[in-house]
C-alpha cells in the first residue's frame, strides 16, 4: 500500500519535539542511574522513571509547538526561542539551588546534584536539538 501524506510544519514541529523528548528521557535514565549508583541516593519519590518519561516528553513536545510559534511569529523567532530558553533554564537552575528536599544536608546536596544534571539534560536537548533538528533534510525525511 502507497501513503503519500505530506507533513505540515506544525507537525514537524511536534515531531521534532517528540524525537527530542525520547533523547532526552533516555538520557535522564542513564544520568539517574548512573548517578544513584555512585552516590548511593534512594530517595525516588518525585524523581523516578514514571516522572522522568512524563517530564521529558511533555516539556520537549511543548517546546517544539513553541519552537514553531516563535518561528512562524517573527523573523529571527528561532534566535529569540534559544535565549528565551537559555533564560528559562538558567533561571530554573538558579531556584533549584534552594529546594530543601530533606532536612538531611547530604540528602538535600544528592537531591541537587539529580535534579541538576536533568535539568541540563532537558534543557540542552531543548536549546539544541529542536532547532538544529527543525532544520535538517535528512532528519525530515526519515520521519515521513
Not at 90 to 111: D, G, M, N
Request: with cysteine.
Amino acid at each position: 500500500m502507497n501513503y503519500e501524506y505530506q507533513q505540515t510544519p506544525f507537525s514537524k514541529a511536534v515531531m521534532t519535539g517528540l524525537f527530542a523528548g525520547i533523547t532526552a528521557t533516555v538520557a535522564c535514565l542513564a544520568y539517574g542511574f548512573i548517578y544513584r549508583f555512585n552516590t548511593g541516593f534512594t530517595m525516588s519519590a518525585i524523581i523516578n522513571v514514571p516522572s522522568i518519561i512524563i517530564a521529558c516528553h511533555i516539556l520537549l513536545v511543548i517546546t517544539g509547538m513553541l519552537y514553531f510559534v516563535f518561528r512562524k511569529s517573527f523573523k529571527g523567532g528561532g534566535i529569540a526561542f534559544i535565549l528565551l530558553l537559555l533564560a528559562v533554564f538558567a533561571f530554573c537552575i538558579w531556584k533549584e539551588e534552594y529546594i530543601v528536599r530533606s532536612p538531611i544536608h547530604e540528602l538535600t546536596v544528592q537531591f541537587h546534584g539529580l535534579l541538576l544534571g536533568m535539568t541540563i539534560i532537558i534543557g540542552a536537548s531543548a536549546v539544541i536539538l529542536i532547532p538544529v533538528l527543525s532544520g535538517s533534510r535528512k532528519f525530515e525525511e526519515a520521519i515521513l
